[in-house]
């Protein structure tokens, strides 16, 4: 009687936390005020400037932009634009090359119409790099130039760097349960989403009464505190999803092959109401929406991202050190290398499993984060599931390292495509590394091989 009553508080509390998060969802509908006024004078801005050969900042006056059906705007003596738009949407801004000054010219002469998408609640700033006559010839190098090669492996670690966050908790997931989860992208999806709506709203978009309170109540809160809340509800959902979902499968004995058409079943089921509550318009966060690039050894980075690659390799190395030293890790392991060794240890399996739900949901939730810096959209984890699903089965499902290991090699290798094939097709890519893997080494790079039957 005292368990079944447990059983129920448990249930009671995860449904209201799992709740709150919907909340937050849905809190675009009870802030609409907080929004109205924004949405009521939305626009692009953009800054022109270019570097001369000192090294200074010359920002560059009287250039024209415009936008179809629209209007247009003229830089101002500091170099800003704003043209103002009606609603959110998207936009094609041109900026006319003939009004730019002598000797400054794009750095990308192919590139001056840009497509940008303007979100609900705030200006989209755009870029359009400028240099001087004495670096145009820059624009023309090889695709197969030493900078082009180390900014695309750059940009290759950045990516697998964010993966790798995504894909050990799916590969800890598969080696502790033996199931291969779908809805896995769809926990990717919601640390995007509650890190938007943290960093714009805050607890007002599911309270209303707290309007007028301090941050994270009444207002939003800065992106990287909405970062860590995302990573904390990232756990939450992890662990209902287990709890509520698969735990129950598991102790009926429900087959592998039906807890995986479960966890399609439940990704489609929790990408829907993502996008019931959320909408599929386009938005962006409030914070480090659009930054410059910054230049270093040839190569160039924003902030945001070489902020993001810090926090990134920190937390894996942190993953590394406790997969290895801490109990917990030791136990994760364990169950992942003989699941029925580890019981008879005297290891809580079941508890480890949970543990691994937790841990999985808020690096995947925190990878999220990393990824909806240019685009906030409900289904950007099924975008990537695929990339997910091909660096731990080329790293070796089931194993920490094996993800990190294939995340990277992923990262790396999609970038180098760009090479030789068009960027829309990168993607074909991984999926090339998915077959071949699976064709000469199904048990991945770091996997071992194992008897059936």
Excluded: C
């Excluded at 368990?3 to 995860?14: D, E, G, H």
């Amino acid at each position: 009687m005292t368990m079944s009553n447990s059983r129920r508080t448990a249930r009671l509390v995860l449904g209201l936390a799992l709740g709150a998060g919907f909340g937050l969802l849905g809190g675009a509908g009870q802030s609409a005020a907080l929004v109205a006024a924004v949405q009521e004078d939305l626009g692009v801005i953009g800054t022109l400037q270019y570097t001369d050969a000192t090294g200074a900042k010359v920002f560059v006056e009287g250039v024209e932009l415009s936008i179809d059906d629209v209007g247009g705007a003229t830089t101002d003596k500091d170099g800003n634009f704003r043209i103002p738009v009606s609603s959110p949407g998207e936009y094609s801004i041109t900026l006319n090359t003939s009004t730019l000054p002598e000797g400054v010219a794009l750095k990308d002469p192919t590139r001056a119409n840009l497509v940008v998408k303007v979100s609900e609640n705030a200006d989209q700033r755009i870029i359009f790099p400028l240099i001087t006559a004495d670096t145009v010839i820059e624009v023309s190098e090889s695709n197969f130039s030493l900078r082009r090669l180390s900014q695309l492996t750059l940009e290759g670690l950045k990516l697998g760097l964010y993966l790798a966050m995504a894909s050990i908790g799916l590969s800890l997931i598969f080696g502790t349960t033996g199931l291969v989860n779908f809805a896995h992208a769809e926990l990717i999806t919601w640390g995007t989403l509650m890190a938007y709506f943290f960093n714009i709203y805050g607890l007002v978009g599911t309270f209303g009464f707290l309007a007028g309170w301090p941050a994270p109540f009444g207002t939003g809160v800065n992106f990287i505190v909405a970062t860590g809340l995302a990573a904390v509800m990232g756990g939450v959902l992890g662990y209902v999803l287990n709890r509520v979902v698969f735990r129950p499968a598991r102790n009926s004995g429900v087959s592998l092959l039906a807890q995986m058409v479960m966890s399609i079943g439940m990704a489609i089921l929790l990408r829907y109401v993502f996008v019931y509550f959320f909408g599929s318009r386009y938005r962006v966060y409030k914070d480090y929406a659009s930054q410059r690039a910054n230049s270093f050894l040839g190569m160039e980075l924003t902030s945001r991202d070489a902020a993001a690659m810090v926090v990134s390799i920190i937390i894996l190395i942190a993953i590394g050190i406790g997969l290895n030293r801490t109990r917990t890790g030791r136990a994760m392991r364990a169950v992942s290398d003989n699941r029925d060794l580890a019981e008879s240890s005297g290891i809580n399996v079941e508890r480890v499993i949970a543990q691994v739900w937790i841990f999985g949901g808020a690096l995947a939730a925190l990878s999220g984060t990393f990824f909806g810096f240019d685009t906030v959209k409900w289904d950007i984890g099924a975008r990537i599931l695929l990339l997910v699903f091909a660096a731990v089965t080329l790293g070796g499902l089931g194993t920490a390292y094996g993800a990190l290991v294939g995340a990277l090699m992923v990262g790396i290798a999609i970038n180098w495509s760009t090479l030789v094939i068009d960027t829309e097709l990168k993607n074909m890519t991984a999926l090339v590394m998915l077959i071949l893997a699976l064709l000469l080494r199904p048990q991945g790079i770091l996997g071992q091989k194992q008897r059936i039957g």
